[in-house]
């Protein structure tokens, strides 16, 4: 394509300066496989270098006052609204969401920065009653050090921002290892960190496609005190085993298998309405899609009915176009995964409402798939495409057993019109985060994160500078009365 956005950029960007790097990789839009740009394919040696260059910046960066360091996030903020044009189209052609969502995800991300612009100011210690008369006791705290991010790919601007801004407000220096597929939108908010007046080595993007091995050294390097890592189950048992080598702090929001209830009281037009949020937004390539759709059997065919419906609305087709709703597949490897859970779903037993075929290259049809049977694939593994499998229950006892019934547990939905019954399920699922009515869960003052084997530790809210802080205990002796 025709580069004609200024943001879209080929280098990586280290110490203040942009790199080309030896060799680079070419970025593919998956609506059209076309060619957006070259990005430098940096290898380990130069991940080594940036790691060392964000551990001498972060010997100044620490000391320069709260008030300073959350004046240039907010600098940030405002930058990243001032070009959420380009920022929307850049995120659109690598990721293939609809540019209605890449605008989304603009004000979503954003919303960390602005948000850690001003909590980073309320870093607070405490002062704590001493047993000793002669003692005084009081914490400070203070930044972990260099932070290492890898983000994925599905919100290649948010998982950057609910990451990188607490770790500078909390006075740390960040590197960010952006998915090799969607690389474009971290150098563009790269160059916006630069514009804002980061300070060289405080803001460092490293792009490249050996991601195992660069992932390797982030995770190993013991100049690097904290990683941040979004991504699969699998890859963070791999980093968290080497990051235990050097006993870094860890914070991971890894797979889900989130499920989605609908009880007998429930609002069913409203369930609809959030079944969709909570399944297609990117085309159902997020970590927190509604993916096991459990319906109570006096309103199952009902609900069916209804789903299929407005299922056939959606329009599908290039992100680019304003009327579009669902969006291509990342790559060939996540459509044949959607096909895979299909077939074996049907093999199973369950039968096809609406969709279920390839429309063209990596375009997948919306589908809705009833009566999925237990040991179906998708009923225990993450479909990450545009698929609404629906499961039946009969009372609320099998509803929160079929729900917890996995390894994962980052969210969950149901819909009641029960107080009570809200609070019961809400209490007893095993998910790091629950919404009730409603398909639409994250926001910048909430934390989000997940339990079981869905992640550690958590982003946004006053938690996520937490993550990035440490305590320290400061104990002052020999203070007598005259």
């Known amino acids: ?131 000793n008369p002669v003692n005084r006791i009081v914490t400070i705290k203070q930044g972990v050090g260099v932070v290492s991010a890898i983000t994925p790919w599905n919100f290649p601007l948010a998982m950057i921002t609910r990451k990188i801004a607490p770790a500078l407000a909390a006075g740390c220096t960040v590197i960010i290892r952006p998915a090799s597929e969607t690389p474009l939108t971290a150098l563009a908010l790269a160059k916006l960190a630069e514009d804002a007046g980061f300070p060289k080595g405080t ?37 968290m085993a080497q990051a235990a080598e050097t006993i870094k702090k860890v914070s991971f929001e890894l797979g889900g298998n989130a499920p989605f209830i609908v009880f007998d009281d429930a609002n069913i037009d409203q369930a609809v309405e959030g079944a969709l949020i909570a399944k297609f937004r990117n085309s159902g390539q997020t970590c927190v899609a509604a993916n096991r759709f459990l319906i109570h059997d006096a309103v199952f065919d009902k609900f069916a009915k209804k789903i299929t419906q407005a299922v056939e609305s959606l329009k599908t087709g290039n992100g680019l176009k304003k009327n579009t709703q669902v969006g291509p597949l990342i790559n060939k490897k996540g459509l044949e995964k959607v096909e895979e859970h299909i077939a074996d779903a049907i093999k199973k037993g369950a039968n096809l409402l609406t969709g279920g075929a390839v429309m063209k290259d990596l375009f997948f049809q919306p589908t809705v798939i009833a009566n999925v049977s237990t040991d179906a694939i998708l009923a225990n593994e993450e479909t990450f495409g545009p698929v609404i499998a629906l499961f039946r229950f009969k009372d609320e006892k099998e509803a929160i057993q079929l729900a917890n019934s996995t390894e994962f547990g980052l969210a969950a939905y149901f819909y009641s019109s029960d107080i009570y019954r809200c609070w019961r399920v809400s209490e007893a699922i095993e998910s790091g985060m629950v919404g009730i009515n409603t398909g639409l869960v994250s926001s910048a003052p909430a934390p989000f994160g997940g339990i079981k084997q869905s992640g550690i530790g958590r982003e946004g809210s006053k938690h996520g500078l937490d993550e990035f802080m440490e305590i320290k205990y400061l104990c002052f002796g020999g203070i007598e009365a005259d």
């Open 1 to 131: 394509m025709k580069k004609t956005n200024s943001l879209i950029i080929e280098k990586s960007y280290i110490n203040g300066k942009w790199e080309k790097g030896k060799s680079n990789f070419a970025i593919h839009n998956p609506a059209d496989n076309s060619t957006i740009a070259k990005v430098a394919d940096l290898t380990v040696a130069e991940t080594r270098a940036a790691i060392k260059v964000a551990h001498k910046a972060w010997s100044k960066w620490k000391t320069e006052t709260a008030q300073f360091r959350c004046d240039l996030l907010y600098k940030l903020y405002l930058l990243l609204n001032e070009h959420k044009d380009e920022i929307a189209e850049i995120i659109t052609l690598e990721s293939g969401k609809p540019i209605t969502e890449s605008y989304a995800e603009i004000k979503y991300g954003a919303s960390f920065i602005s948000w850690f612009s001003e909590e980073g100011k309320r870093a607070y210690g405490e002062t704590i009653p001493s047993p």
């Open 203 to 239: 803001f460092n993007v490293v792009t490249g496609k050996d991601s195992a091995g660069m992932g390797k050294e982030l995770s190993t390097n013991p100049l690097v005190r904290k990683i941040s890592f979004t991504g699969s189950t699998a890859v963070g048992r791999t980093l």
